[in-house]
T-cell receptor
Framework: SQTIHQWPATLVQPVGSPLSLECTVE??????LYWYRQAAGRGLQLLFY??????ISSEVPQNLSASRPQDRQFILSSKKLLLSDSGFYLC?????????FGQGTRLTVV | GEDVEQSLFLSVREGDSSVINCTYT??????LYWYKQEPGAGLQLLTY?????DMKQDQRLTVLLNKKDKHLSLRIADTQTGDSAIYFC???????????FGKGTMLLVSP
């Protein structure tokens, strides 16, 4: 069966520090991979999606970036965090019909 | 992208039925989805419906689709306190490969 791992579960980082969130998928190959952010207003905002290794599409301009170094690995990064980067970050993968989500990372920038 | 709209909050008593409504904008969306998010957790796919269906039932869950009005609803029968969560409606609009979500409906079930 397919599983998705996302870590860490919680993270507190100072303003200006770098960020690296990692997501890996098991049990499938060549998945579409996504990073979403969920802010306090509860809506889900699509940040990046990838249809293959090295292929990244950005939906919202910001100081975040994403990379896909391997087929089933998706990384969300920042060189310098802002206070406004605080939120709940969700990684997801999709096959033909459905999307499956990781358990999320609660990021607090202080 | 397209907008998916939901009411933000619903409160019901345990044992009652809950109906969560959603309006989507792309009539050519092939699949429509309902996701559940419990506090501090990721989203869990509850069910989905093909656009050529009017209704889908899965145990306590009933999904109704009105394509003419672009209206999707999720009915939860015999609602339990464990059903308290945020429920998201989602679609994949024509020409897109990503899910577009509504802002979510917070369901609060009181004993």
């Amino acid at each position: 069966s397919q599983t998705i791992h996302q870590w860490p579960a919680t993270l507190v980082q100072p303003v200006g520090s770098p960020l690296s969130l990692e997501c890996t998928v098991e049990g499938t190959s060549n998945p579409n991979l996504y990073w979403y952010r969920q802010a306090a207003g509860r809506g889900l905002q699509l940040l990046f999606y990838s249809v293959g290794i090295g292929q990244i599409s950005s939906e919202v301009p910001q100081n975040l970036s994403a990379s896909r170094p391997q087929d089933r690995q998706f990384i969300l990064s920042s060189k310098k965090l802002l206070l406004s980067d605080s939120g709940f970050y969700l990684c997801a993968w999709s096959g033909t019909l459905e999307a499956f989500f990781g358990q999320g990372t609660r990021l607090t920038v202080v | 992208g397209e907008d998916v709209e939901q009411s933000l909050f619903l409160s019901v008593r345990e044992g009652d039925s809950s109906v969560i409504n959603c309006t989507y904008t792309d009539s050519s969306s092939t699949y429509l989805y309902w996701y559940k998010q419990e506090p501090g957790a990721g989203l869990q796919l509850l069910t989905y419906i093909f656009s050529n269906m009017d209704m889908k039932q899965d145990q306590r869950l009933t999904v109704l689709l009105n394509k003419k009005d672009k209206h999707l609803s999720l009915r939860i029968a015999d609602t339990q306190t464990g059903d308290s969560a945020i429920y998201f409606c989602a679609e994949i609009p024509s020409g897109y490969s990503t899910l577009t979500f509504g802002k979510g409906t917070m369901l609060l079930v009181s004993p």
